[in-house]
RNA sequence: GGGCCUGUAGCUCAAUGGUUAGAGCAGAGCGCUCAUAACGCUUUGGUUGGGGGUUCGAGUCCCUCCGGGCCUACCA
């Protein structure tokens, strides 16, 4: 039996996410958790909240809130909303867990000790009206090239030059409006990350199966100008874990907390310990997942992510874990994902642009979301959702392709036979051949969830389901029931097993329809169908009771798109 | 500015340098009547963004031009 540690990239506290984010990491992720426990495997599917930085004591603020309960607040909104989408965590942590702050430390510690860390003194901007340093982003002034007045301290979004915040005419702060801003010197620690180059590219060459994408962002960073450049990994805040070396004080960084890039990637291992303790485990239980002198060893590491992680996954956490010498997992796959634009622009957080995760759940049930988003995933370029072509793909795949097929056949054998499986008659040829073309495909959708290609995999999955309803067509049972009765039994309890055949195979993109097909079916095992597949087909006996199920899948009516297009259109209220 | 990705049928996407560039949807025709006006079969549709080159052979490799997107290290 196979071990998976499975990640997704942990989203960001500030606020509900919408439908790329979910496509980009956490949807994925979940696709290959289910597909992965599905077929016997041992799986520790891990993801949390990232909580620290800025942007989350902004939005505290703005709420009126400190800024740890506005945190937990959120981190509950998050779990619900996660727990609407079906998304199997083992365990759904939050990067401020005192697991992380310990492991965060730790790690810090372990590379001082390397000599991985220098201090660096620095001029920063502070604003005396937020009683805060600014990162570039929150100060906005005239531009000194071109004149536009809403310049960011760090480009121009006019001119997209690329801007030093002393260089902005009336600077001001975007928090406030302050304009009572000042270079003060502040002491930061920085990540000697450009030591560890050649081991990074190495490690990186290594991989040469992954996606072009993870490694050419990795590549680009490694070697673009004087190649990879030492990162801070320590600001100035007030939220977030204290810089300590290790279990002792680190003089000269009292008040600091160390940067949300460094200890977010650490709550993937400190996840693992927060797993533990929620299910009272103890330590050996989590290491086992992430020590490899501690039994990870046959773990295969997989992380989701968007293309905008990647830098992170491939350089710096990879930095912190070599660096601190200790025998950390490292990753073995990086599966990353390019963004879902919204009806020709892209999402927008800020502007409340598109469908956000808690509306989608309020206006469809979470198998419609997933299926489209994983059957339209953004592998090999963006990807746009358009409401049109949501509509027509869920209406047919799942209403018409799948859902009427499980309607079709469970309605003629109530007709017929009753609601049991019927009786009598033995295979013939079609079957053998039905059951050959079957076994063919699904070795193929098998091929394609374990490479973690999501759109084909869908694209097989529907090819499986579109042979239920060519095998019924030609078998035609309402035609020979009427000469050879024993025959139609025979293909109608195919059929029937043939539905729990696409539940078994269907639960990782739809797992709350896969479970409708097994309850109708009166069925709990979900046992995947390795080996012979004739036998498997065989499961369920004559006599075996079933329910006609209600409608598996509504379609959306051209009233409800138009609807859905108009409110979705413009501002989030 | 630099780097990377991308451009294939009306739409969404496939195609280790190797038969005649394939699927799904949409369109057209036929069949079926178990079913959610559903299903099945057949079928129309392409100068692979433009131009040049390498090669026995190019959607694929190289050059160039045009269009779309992302990243560019203190947002996360």
Redesign the pocket.
């Known amino acids: 039996m196979a071990r998976h540690l499975i990640t997704s990239a942990i989203?960001?506290?500030?606020g509900i996410k919408h439908l790329g984010n979910l496509v980009g990491s956490q949807l994925p992720a979940d696709l290959y958790a289910r597909y992965q426990r599905g077929r016997g495997n041992e799986v520790l599917f891990l993801c949390a909240t990232?909580?620290?930085?800025?942007?989350?004591e902004l939005a505290a603020a703005k709420a009126g809130k400190p800024v740890a309960d506005y945190c937990a607040e959120m981190h509950e909104v998050q779990a619900r909303i996660a727990q609407g989408f079906r998304l199997s965590f083992d365990h759904f942590g939050r990067s401020s867990s005192p697991q992380n702050h310990r492991l965060t430390q730790h790690f810090a510690g372990r590379l001082a000790e390397a000599g991985l860390i220098r201090e660096?003194t620095?001029?920063?901007?502070y604003s005396r009206a937020d009683g805060r340093?600014?990162?570039?982003?929150?100060i906005e002034g005239t531009c000194p090239n071109c004149g536009f007045e809403s310049a960011?301290?760090?480009?121009c979004d006019n001119c997209?030059k690329?801007l030093d915040?002393v260089d902005l005419i009336n600077p001001r702060s975007t928090i406030s409006g302050s304009t009572d801003l000042e270079q003060r010197e502040t002491k930061?620690l920085y990540l000697r990350?450009s030591t560890m180059r050649q081991q990074l590219q190495d490690w990186i060459d290594s991989k040469t199966d992954w996606p072009?994408?993870t490694t050419?962002?990795a590549?680009?960073?490694?070697?673009?100008?004087?190649?990879?450049?030492?990162?801070?990994i320590t600001?100035d805040?007030d939220w977030g874990i204290p810089v300590r070396k290790g279990d002792q004080d680190w003089p000269g960084m009292e008040g600091k907390v160390f940067?949300?890039?460094f200890d977010?990637p650490i709550e993937y291992i400190a996840c693992g310990a927060e797993w533990a303790e929620a299910n009272g485990l103890d330590a050996p239980a989590w290491e086992r997942w992430w020590r490899t002198d501690k039994g990870a060893s046959d773990v295969t590491y997989t992380q989701f992510m968007g293309?905008?992680?990647v830098?992170?996954h491939t350089?710096s956490f990879p930095a912190t874990i070599l660096g601190s010498g200790e025998p950390w997992k490292l990753v073995d796959y990086i599966k990353s994902f390019?963004?879902l634009?919204y009806d020709g622009?892209?999402f927008s957080t800020s502007r409340g642009r598109g469908v956000f995760m808690d509306q989608a759940l309020d206006i469809l049930p979470a198998d419609y979301w997933r299926w489209w988003l994983l059957?339209?995933a953004?592998?090999?370029?963006?990807?746009?959702f358009?409401w049109?072509?949501f509509q027509?793909?869920v209406?047919?795949?799942?209403?018409?392709?799948?859902?009427?097929?499980?309607?079709?056949?469970?309605?003629?054998?109530r007709?017929?036979f009753g609601e049991a499986v019927p009786e009598g008659g033995a295979w013939g040829e079609q079957e053998t051949a039905l059951i050959e073309t079957l076994t063919a495909r699904i070795r193929t959708y098998e091929a394609l969830m374990d490479a973690m290609e999501v759109?084909?995999s869908a694209?097989e999955l529907?090819?499986i389901?579109?042979l239920g309803?060519?095998y019924?067509?030609?078998a035609?049972?309402?035609?020979t029931i009427k000469e050879d009765p024993e025959r139609a039994a025979m293909q109608t309890r195919l059929g029937l097993n043939l539905i729990r055949l696409y539940a078994v195979l269907s639960a990782p993109f739809i797992p709350d329809a896969s479970a409708a097909m097994l309850a109708a079916l009166h069925s709990d095992d979900a046992a995947w169908p390795e080996g012979d597949l004739g036998a498997w087909l065989g499961a369920l006996p004559a006599d075996h009771t079933f329910t006609v199920p209600e409608?598996?899948?509504?379609?959306i009516t051209d009233e409800q798109r138009e609807d859905w297009q108009t409110r979705f259109a413009g501002i989030r209220t």
């Open positions: 989203p960001y506290i500030n990232d909580e620290h930085g800025t942007p989350a660096v620095e001029k920063q901007m340093f600014l990162p570039d982003r929150y960011r301290g760090d480009q997209t690329q915040p930061h990350q072009i994408l050419s962002i590549r680009k960073w490694l070697n673009d100008g004087d190649g990879l450049q030492d990162r801070g600001r805040l940067y949300v890039w977010a293309k905008d992680n830098p992170f350089l390019n963004y634009n622009g892209q059957s339209h953004p592998e090999s370029s963006d990807a746009e358009t049109e072509n027509a793909s209406n047919k795949d799942l209403a018409d392709v799948l859902g009427n097929f499980v309607s079709r056949i469970t309605k003629f054998c007709a017929k759109r084909k694209q529907r090819a389901w579109v309803n060519e019924l067509q030609s035609a049972p309402w035609v409608v598996l899948f509504g379609k």
